[in-house]
Protein backbone atom coordinates (compact mmCIF):
# COMPACT_ATOMS: atom_id res chain seq x y z
CA UNK A 1 0.00 0.00 0.00
CA UNK A 2 1.31 3.26 -0.72
CA UNK A 3 1.69 5.79 1.77
CA UNK A 4 2.94 9.48 1.87
CA UNK A 5 3.09 11.00 5.47
CA UNK A 6 3.80 14.39 6.33
CA UNK A 7 4.74 16.09 9.47
CA UNK A 8 6.48 19.19 10.43
CA UNK A 9 3.60 21.55 10.20
CA UNK A 10 2.61 24.55 13.02
CA UNK A 11 1.93 27.73 14.31
CA UNK A 12 4.90 29.85 13.52
CA UNK A 13 4.96 33.72 13.39
CA UNK A 14 6.41 36.10 10.35
CA UNK A 15 9.93 35.39 9.85
CA UNK A 16 10.37 32.65 11.18
CA UNK A 17 11.01 29.17 9.72
CA UNK A 18 9.61 25.45 9.68
CA UNK A 19 10.87 22.04 8.32
CA UNK A 20 8.61 20.06 6.55
CA UNK A 21 8.98 15.72 5.75
CA UNK A 22 7.14 13.74 3.95
CA UNK A 23 8.26 10.06 4.88
CA UNK A 24 7.45 7.87 1.81
CA UNK A 25 6.42 3.88 1.38
CA UNK A 26 4.54 1.20 -1.23
CA UNK A 27 6.65 2.85 -4.43
CA UNK A 28 10.67 3.04 -4.95
CA UNK A 29 11.29 6.92 -4.26
CA UNK A 30 14.26 6.85 -5.44
CA UNK A 31 12.77 6.65 -8.97
CA UNK A 32 10.06 9.50 -8.01
CA UNK A 33 9.77 12.89 -9.14
CA UNK A 34 8.40 14.30 -6.02
CA UNK A 35 6.51 17.73 -5.25
CA UNK A 36 4.49 19.90 -2.47
CA UNK A 37 1.87 21.42 -3.02
CA UNK A 38 -0.46 23.80 -0.84
CA UNK A 39 -3.78 24.64 -0.36
CA UNK A 40 -4.96 27.75 1.29
CA UNK A 41 -7.73 27.64 2.89
CA UNK A 42 -11.26 27.58 0.59
CA UNK A 43 -8.47 28.04 -2.21
CA UNK A 44 -7.43 24.93 -5.29
CA UNK A 45 -4.06 23.32 -4.86
CA UNK A 46 -1.19 25.50 -5.26
CA UNK A 47 1.99 23.81 -6.56
CA UNK A 48 5.25 25.19 -4.30
CA UNK A 49 8.36 22.83 -5.32
CA UNK A 50 9.13 20.01 -7.19
CA UNK A 51 12.57 17.64 -7.07
CA UNK A 52 13.28 15.01 -9.63
CA UNK A 53 14.98 12.15 -8.96
CA UNK A 54 18.60 11.69 -9.47
CA UNK A 55 18.92 9.20 -11.92
CA UNK A 56 16.67 11.69 -14.24
CA UNK A 57 19.33 14.87 -13.28
CA UNK A 58 17.93 15.84 -9.73
CA UNK A 59 16.48 19.46 -11.21
CA UNK A 60 15.23 21.24 -8.55
CA UNK A 61 11.64 23.92 -9.39
CA UNK A 62 10.19 26.53 -7.41
CA UNK A 63 7.33 28.39 -7.50
CA UNK A 64 7.97 32.47 -7.81
CA UNK A 65 5.76 33.55 -4.35
CA UNK A 66 8.27 31.20 -2.77
CA UNK A 67 11.76 31.18 -4.61
CA UNK A 68 15.01 31.82 -2.20
CA UNK A 69 12.56 31.42 0.66
CA UNK A 70 11.80 27.61 0.67
CA UNK A 71 14.41 24.60 0.14
CA UNK A 72 13.16 21.42 -1.28
CA UNK A 73 15.24 18.32 -0.62
CA UNK A 74 15.15 13.96 -0.56
CA UNK A 75 17.12 11.68 1.41
CA UNK A 76 16.15 8.28 -1.03
CA UNK A 77 17.96 6.24 1.68
CA UNK A 78 15.12 7.50 4.19
CA UNK A 79 12.48 7.47 1.75
CA UNK A 80 11.64 10.93 2.73
CA UNK A 81 10.76 14.26 1.18
CA UNK A 82 11.59 17.78 2.84
CA UNK A 83 10.79 21.00 2.32
CA UNK A 84 12.43 24.13 4.10
CA UNK A 85 10.42 26.79 5.22
CA UNK A 86 12.12 30.42 6.14
CA UNK A 87 11.18 34.28 6.07
CA UNK A 88 7.57 32.99 6.50
CA UNK A 89 4.81 35.33 5.44
CA UNK A 90 1.21 35.18 6.91
CA UNK A 91 0.27 34.34 3.26
CA UNK A 92 2.10 30.81 3.68
CA UNK A 93 -0.62 29.90 5.75
CA UNK A 94 -1.69 26.73 4.14
CA UNK A 95 -2.09 22.45 4.16
CA UNK A 96 0.96 21.24 2.50
CA UNK A 97 0.98 18.04 0.59
CA UNK A 98 2.90 15.74 -1.04
CA UNK A 99 2.83 14.48 -3.66
CA UNK A 100 4.51 12.13 -6.49
CA UNK A 101 4.44 12.69 -9.82
CA UNK A 102 3.52 9.42 -12.96
CA UNK A 103 2.51 10.51 -16.27
CA UNK A 104 1.77 14.14 -16.22
CA UNK A 105 -0.29 13.44 -13.30
CA UNK A 106 -0.24 13.69 -8.87
CA UNK A 107 -0.83 10.45 -8.40
CA UNK A 108 -0.54 9.94 -4.68
CA UNK A 109 -1.29 12.36 -1.95
CA UNK A 110 -0.24 12.64 1.85
CA UNK A 111 -2.66 14.06 3.90
CA UNK A 112 -1.18 17.04 4.36
CA UNK A 113 0.18 19.15 7.21
CA UNK A 114 -0.97 22.52 8.61
CA UNK A 115 1.25 25.66 8.78
CA UNK A 116 -0.32 28.86 10.11
CA UNK A 117 1.49 32.02 9.76
CA UNK A 118 0.79 34.48 12.44
CA UNK A 119 1.33 36.70 14.75
CA UNK B 1 -1.51 28.82 -17.44
CA UNK B 2 -4.25 30.05 -15.62
CA UNK B 3 -7.27 28.07 -15.31
CA UNK B 4 -11.15 29.23 -14.49
CA UNK B 5 -13.86 27.46 -13.70
CA UNK B 6 -17.32 27.46 -14.28
CA UNK B 7 -19.80 27.64 -11.94
CA UNK B 8 -18.21 27.77 -8.28
CA UNK B 9 -20.78 25.85 -6.98
CA UNK B 10 -23.35 23.94 -8.62
CA UNK B 11 -26.36 22.20 -6.43
CA UNK B 12 -27.53 19.15 -7.96
CA UNK B 13 -30.60 16.73 -7.08
CA UNK B 14 -29.43 13.44 -6.77
CA UNK B 15 -29.72 11.24 -9.73
CA UNK B 16 -29.60 14.21 -12.14
CA UNK B 17 -26.88 15.51 -14.52
CA UNK B 18 -24.09 17.85 -13.82
CA UNK B 19 -21.38 19.43 -15.43
CA UNK B 20 -18.52 22.22 -14.77
CA UNK B 21 -16.43 23.84 -17.51
CA UNK B 22 -12.61 24.66 -17.26
CA UNK B 23 -11.17 27.01 -19.55
CA UNK B 24 -7.18 27.57 -19.87
CA UNK B 25 -5.38 31.00 -20.65
CA UNK B 26 -3.64 29.41 -23.59
CA UNK B 27 -3.56 25.71 -25.72
CA UNK B 28 -3.07 22.94 -24.00
CA UNK B 29 -1.59 20.61 -26.30
CA UNK B 30 1.78 19.78 -25.82
CA UNK B 31 4.76 19.55 -28.56
CA UNK B 32 4.09 15.92 -28.25
CA UNK B 33 0.71 16.19 -29.67
CA UNK B 34 -0.83 14.97 -26.20
CA UNK B 35 -3.52 17.37 -24.46
CA UNK B 36 -2.64 17.25 -20.05
CA UNK B 37 -5.73 18.06 -18.65
CA UNK B 38 -7.24 16.12 -15.61
CA UNK B 39 -10.14 16.39 -13.05
CA UNK B 40 -9.77 15.78 -9.51
CA UNK B 41 -12.08 15.62 -6.58
CA UNK B 42 -11.52 16.67 -3.04
CA UNK B 43 -13.82 15.62 -0.60
CA UNK B 44 -13.49 17.31 2.56
CA UNK B 45 -10.74 16.39 4.82
CA UNK B 46 -9.28 14.16 1.82
CA UNK B 47 -6.14 15.19 -1.02
CA UNK B 48 -7.58 15.69 -4.02
CA UNK B 49 -7.70 12.36 -6.36
CA UNK B 50 -7.51 11.78 -9.28
CA UNK B 51 -10.60 11.47 -11.56
CA UNK B 52 -10.04 12.03 -15.16
CA UNK B 53 -6.46 12.19 -17.35
CA UNK B 54 -5.81 13.43 -20.38
CA UNK B 55 -9.11 14.88 -21.14
CA UNK B 56 -11.30 11.89 -21.11
CA UNK B 57 -8.97 8.84 -19.75
CA UNK B 58 -11.00 7.40 -16.38
CA UNK B 59 -8.94 6.61 -13.75
CA UNK B 60 -8.54 3.43 -11.99
CA UNK B 61 -11.52 2.71 -9.84
CA UNK B 62 -14.03 5.76 -10.99
CA UNK B 63 -17.25 5.11 -12.13
CA UNK B 64 -18.23 5.41 -15.86
CA UNK B 65 -21.26 8.09 -14.98
CA UNK B 66 -17.74 10.54 -14.83
CA UNK B 67 -17.04 11.59 -18.45
CA UNK B 68 -14.34 14.22 -19.59
CA UNK B 69 -14.86 15.91 -22.79
CA UNK B 70 -12.92 19.11 -24.59
CA UNK B 71 -9.80 20.44 -26.46
CA UNK B 72 -7.37 23.65 -26.64
CA UNK B 73 -8.51 25.35 -24.55
CA UNK B 74 -12.03 24.80 -23.01
CA UNK B 75 -12.81 21.50 -21.43
CA UNK B 76 -15.88 19.69 -19.33
CA UNK B 77 -16.54 17.01 -17.11
CA UNK B 78 -19.93 15.56 -16.52
CA UNK B 79 -21.20 13.45 -14.16
CA UNK B 80 -24.63 11.54 -15.65
CA UNK B 81 -26.05 10.91 -12.46
CA UNK B 82 -25.09 12.39 -9.46
CA UNK B 83 -24.78 10.36 -6.24
CA UNK B 84 -24.29 11.57 -2.47
CA UNK B 85 -20.75 10.24 -2.88
CA UNK B 86 -19.87 12.29 -5.29
CA UNK B 87 -20.43 15.68 -3.55
CA UNK B 88 -16.79 17.77 -2.64
CA UNK B 89 -14.72 20.14 -4.79
CA UNK B 90 -13.82 19.42 -8.32
CA UNK B 91 -10.56 20.92 -9.97
CA UNK B 92 -8.99 21.02 -13.20
CA UNK B 93 -5.58 20.67 -13.79
CA UNK B 94 -2.86 21.05 -16.40
CA UNK B 95 0.20 19.52 -16.75
CA UNK B 96 1.26 20.80 -20.35
CA UNK B 97 3.22 23.84 -19.08
CA UNK B 98 5.59 23.62 -15.99
CA UNK B 99 4.69 25.27 -13.31
CA UNK B 100 1.42 22.46 -13.40
CA UNK B 101 -1.32 24.66 -12.55
CA UNK B 102 -5.10 24.18 -11.10
CA UNK B 103 -8.53 25.74 -11.24
CA UNK B 104 -10.36 27.13 -8.14
CA UNK B 105 -12.16 24.78 -8.05
CA UNK B 106 -16.50 23.63 -8.31
CA UNK B 107 -18.08 22.71 -5.35
CA UNK B 108 -21.04 20.59 -5.87
CA UNK B 109 -23.87 19.68 -3.25
CA UNK B 110 -26.88 17.97 -2.97
CA UNK B 111 -29.97 20.60 -3.12
Redesign the interface.
Known amino acids: EVQLVESGGGLVKPGGSLRLSCAVSGFTFSNAWMSWVRQAPG?????VARIQSRTDGGTI?Y?APVKGRFTISRDDSKNTLYLQLNSLKPEDTALY?C?SEY?????H????TLVTVSS | IVMTQTPLSSPVTLGQPASISCRSSQSLVHSDG?T?F?WLHQRPG?????LI??ISKRSSGVPDRFSGSGAGTDFTLKISRVEAEDVGVY?C?Q?TQ????????TKVEIK
Do not use: I
Open positions: KGPEWDAYANWNYDWGQG | NYSQPPRLYEYMAFPWSFGQG
